[in-house]
């Protein structure tokens, strides 16, 4: 069988494609593994029992279940879901929205495809441009996105150490390339891998940069905000005519329903749609059905702020105060937990590399994802990018605990081996 170059490349081994497989292999199994590896989020009752009762009017009425079960819906997604989006972000920010500004995808990922390549990869003219990642590391699931090589850049992050073994990564403005040679910028906030939350005037500073050069600005608000709101340092929610702001139910408790929102200018909207319809034909119909009522009445801004956030502060808190005890006077730093569901371990002169520790964690039971997998765009030989793993703290308290064990005792004897061998 012989394979198109898209074929290599979308059938071949990359990062997410990995965690993806470790998560479906170790369930079936390995029931008994620790999962701190995939963005699984943790089970918030009020917020499931909010879905749960949405669910059951749906069902017991006639015309709802045939909507849901029964009608392909328009590939921008449902009208009436789009309008409700729209009006909660208007009464909330002001930002003078319409349906027309709302795309539904089935996913976060898949809206990623078809973004980046509208911006990205080679132009009509024959030459090529980029999608800049202006904060690495960035999220895993980017990597293999483009359908071009070379496909994404990325500046290097300075380093901010902030004692307490915390530390913080920053935009480092004075080396963000110039030239014509980059179609968008992007950024997660807060960043998946690291918890990293963007200032206001970071954003800001590349809104800037941005709208100068003509290129939209691309932020992946699946953690963020206004929901689910996974964010613990003070932020305002960011939106304009030349930002394109993603949304995902997947955080708030529904991964499984494949439900991903866009926010944009018409035109990019309309583009976005005429894609979708070739890419996925139309989208599913269960997120919108569970959510639009919420987003009509503000429900979900209240889960966010009095359900989710909370939940997450507390388990992100409490997981640092593990790993500090466990890991003592190891040479290790966490990225300073500013929002999102993991924390960034960074082990300074760690002997091994991320990907040798991932596989003798996997052995001993639990699962992470070894960092160098998130640096998409940084090609040099940076060793700070094997001295990383990202660690979700999601899961139930009792096992996260007991992975931090797992993953302190793996640290430790790396060193231990690496002391003895001088």
């Known amino acids: 069988?012989?394979?198109?170059?898209?074929?290599?490349?979308?059938?071949?081994?990359?990062?997410?494609?990995?965690?993806?497989?470790?998560?479906?292999?170790?369930?079936?199994?390995?029931?008994?593994?620790?999962?701190?590896?995939g963005g699984n989020p943790g089970r918030v009752p009020e917020v499931e029992t909010a879905f749960q009762h949405r669910l059951e009017a749906i069902l017991a009425d006639p015309g709802q279940r045939h909507s849901l079960f029964g009608i392909y819906q328009s590939p921008q997604g449902e009208r009436h879901f789009r309008d409700q989006v729209a009006d909660f972000l208007n009464r909330q920010f002001g930002w003078g929205l319409s349906a027309a500004n709302i795309a539904v995808s089935n996913g976060s990922q898949s809206a990623f495809f078809v973004l980046y390549n509208m911006f990205a990869g080679v132009m009509p003219d024959g030459g090529r441009r980029s999608v800049h990642l202006p904060l690495a590391p960035e999220y895993i699931g980017y990597g293999d996105i483009g359908l071009s090589e070379g496909f994404f850049t990325a500046t290097r992050p300075s380093i901010e150490l902030l004692g307490d073994n915390l530390f913080k990564y920053h935009v480092d403005f004075s080396h963000l390339p110039a030239g014509d040679s980059i179609g968008a910028l992007c950024v997660s906030r807060p960043t998946n891998p690291t918890g990293n939350v963007l200032t206001d005037d970071?954003?800001?500073?590349?809104?800037?940069?941005?709208?100068?050069?003509?290129?939209?600005l691309i932020v992946d608000g699946a953690y963020g905000l206004p929901v689910p709101g996974i964010v613990f340092s003070p932020a305002r929610p960011h939106w304009n005519p030349n930002t394109i702001l993603t949304l995902s139910l997947s955080k708030l408790g529904l991964p499984g329903v494949r439900t991903g929102i866009i926010v944009a200018r018409e035109d990019i909207i309309r583009a976005y749609t005429n894609a979708n319809t070739i890419v996925s034909l139309s989208c599913g119909n269960l997120g919108p059905a569970l959510a639009g009522p919420l987003f009509a009445n503000d429900q979900i801004l209240q889960l966010s702020r009095e359900q989710v956030t909370?939940?997450?502060?507390?388990?992100?808190?409490?997981?640092?105060?593990?790993?500090?005890?466990?890991?003592?006077?190891?040479p290790f730093h966490i990225h300073k937990p500013e929002g999102a569901i993991f924390l960034w371990l960074w082990f300074e002169g760690l002997p091994i590399?991320?990907?040798?520790?991932?596989?003798?964690?996997?052995?001993?039971?639990?699962?992470?994802?070894?960092?160098?997998?998130?640096?998409?765009?940084?090609?040099?030989?940076?060793?700070?990018?094997?001295?990383?793993?990202?660690?979700?703290?999601?899961?139930e308290p009792q096992r996260v605990k007991r992975g931090v064990e797992l993953i302190t005792e793996e640290v430790a004897r790396a060193y231990r081996e690496a002391q003895a061998t001088i």
């Open 1 to 37: 069988m012989k394979l198109s170059a898209f074929g290599q490349k979308f059938s071949g081994d990359s990062g997410i494609v990995e965690l993806m497989d470790d998560l479906s292999t170790a369930l079936r199994d390995n029931p008994d593994m620790i999962f701190m590896g």
């Open 202 to 216: 970071e954003l800001t500073h590349l809104d800037d940069i941005a709208r100068a050069r003509d290129i939209p």
């Open 310 to 330: 909370p939940f997450y502060r507390q388990r992100a808190h409490q997981t640092v105060d593990w790993f500090r005890n466990e890991l003592g006077e190891l």
């Open 353 to 395: 590399s991320s990907q040798e520790l991932y596989q003798r964690l996997k052995q001993r039971g639990v699962l992470v994802v070894p960092g160098h997998n998130f640096f998409v765009g940084i090609t040099e030989d940076w060793p700070h990018r094997h001295e990383c793993i990202r660690v979700s703290y999601a899961g």
